[in-house]
């Protein structure tokens, strides 16, 4: 899993995501899914959900704080691009954070992809942001068959 090294009050915007979606330019048959901003008039918006392979595409949040989380879109997107884990020989998850979590179908799906051997995932994690932890993100972070990358600025080429 990938996660962007702790910057108190500043912008965690390292490239979690963009590195992901590179990474899996070389995995042409990879499941998952990753988000993306929406921007109109550069301003952010909104997020989006994208599924690899279909690029199926549907709203995460528009308008966590300010956003709205759009949960059957955001489930009609990720849960079926997770479901072609099994099959495939990496799966994206970008990212197990505030805002997926509000899907009550999202984390017991996320822990069967982990929980299958014959698994790789190439995830994403939000780091605990003005020292508020998500427990579940911590749960991933701390189990034994998951390696940690910090991604920060410096190191992201």
Same mark, same amino acid.
């Given at each position: 899993?990938?996660?962007?090294?702790?910057? $108190?009050?500043?912008?965690?915007?390292?490239?979690?995501?963009?590195?992901?979606?590179?990474?899996?330019?070389?995995?042409?048959?990879?499941?998952g899914f990753y988000t993306e901003e929406c921007r109109s008039n550069g301003d952010r918006v909104g997020?989006?959900?994208?599924?690899?392979?279909?690029?199926?595409?549907?709203?995460?949040?528009?308008?966590?704080?300010?956003?709205?989380?759009?949960?059957?879109?955001?489930?009609?997107?990720?849960? $079926?691009?997770?479901?072609?884990?099994?099959?495939? $020989?990496?799966?994206?998850?970008?990212?197990?954070g505030k805002m997926e979590l509000f899907s009550p179908q999202f984390l017991p799906r996320v822990y069967?992809?982990?929980?299958?051997?014959?698994?790789?995932?190439?995830?994403?994690? $939000?780091?605990?942001?003005?020292?508020?932890?998500?427990?579940?993100?911590?749960?991933?972070?701390?189990?034994?068959?998951?390696?940690?990358?910090?991604?920060?600025?410096?190191?992201?080429?």
């Amino acid at each position: 899993f990938l996660t962007a090294t702790h910057v $108190p009050h500043r912008s965690l915007c390292v490239g979690k995501t963009t590195l992901a979606i590179a990474a899996m330019r070389y995995v042409p048959q990879a499941a998952g899914f990753y988000t993306e901003e929406c921007r109109s008039n550069g301003d952010r918006v909104g997020f989006g959900v994208v599924a690899l392979g279909c690029r199926k595409s549907g709203t995460l949040a528009a308008t966590v704080g300010k956003y709205v989380v759009d949960v059957a879109s955001f489930e009609r997107v990720a849960l $079926p691009s997770l479901a072609r884990a099994a099959t495939a $020989p990496v799966t994206l998850i970008d990212e197990v954070g505030k805002m997926e979590l509000f899907s009550p179908q999202f984390l017991p799906r996320v822990y069967a992809v982990l929980d299958d051997a014959s698994s790789t995932v190439l995830g994403t994690l $939000p780091m605990p942001r003005y020292g508020h932890e998500i427990a579940a993100v911590e749960d991933i972070r701390a189990r034994p068959d998951v390696a940690v990358m910090k991604l920060s600025k410096a190191n992201r080429d």
